[in-house]
C-alpha cells in the first residue's frame, strides 16, 4: 500500500525559505518519478518541480532559480527547499508519486507581505 507523508509547511514572511519533505512508504520509490504540485483556493492544481528516478529536474518558470527539489533513495523522501518565497507562492503544497498516481495530503504554506 503506497502511502505519502508530507511536512515542512507553515508561515514565513517575504524573502524566507521553507523546506518541505515527503517520506514515501509502499512501492518501488527509486523507480519512480515524483514531484511537487501546489493549489490556491479556486485554481488548478499546477506543477511546481519535478524529479525523475534518475535525478532529472523541471521546475515551473515562476520558481526557477529559488526552488530545489531533491531525492533520498535510501530514505525514500524527496524535499522541496524553498528560498526567496513571495506572497504569491502561498498555496497548499501537494506531493505526487508519478508511478503510482498518488497524491500526499497536502501541506499549507504561506508567505506574508
Known amino acids: 500500500q503506497v502511502q505519502l507523508v508530507e511536512s515542512g509547511g507553515g508561515l514565513v514572511q517575504a524573502g524566507g525559505s521553507l523546506r518541505l519533505s515527503c517520506a514515501a512508504s509502499?512501492?518501488?520509490?527509486?523507480?519512480?518519478?515524483m514531484a511537487w504540485y501546489r493549489q490556491v483556493p479556486g485554481k488548478q492544481r499546477t506543477l511546481v518541480a519535478v524529479i525523475s528516478s534518475g535525478g532529472t529536474t523541471n521546475y515551473a518558470d515562476s520558481v526557477k532559480g529559488r526552488f530545489t527539489i531533491s531525492r533520498d533513495n535510501a530514505k525514500s523522501t524527496v524535499s522541496l527547499q524553498m528560498n526567496s518565497l513571495l506572497p504569491e507562492d502561498t498555496a497548499v503544497y501537494y506531493c505526487?508519486?508519478?508511478?503510482?498516481?498518488?497524491w500526499g495530503q497536502g501541506t499549507q504554506v504561506t508567505v506574508s507581505s
Open positions: 509502499g512501492g518501488t520509490f527509486s523507480r519512480s518519478g
Open positions: 505526487f508519486y508519478i508511478q503510482y498516481t498518488y
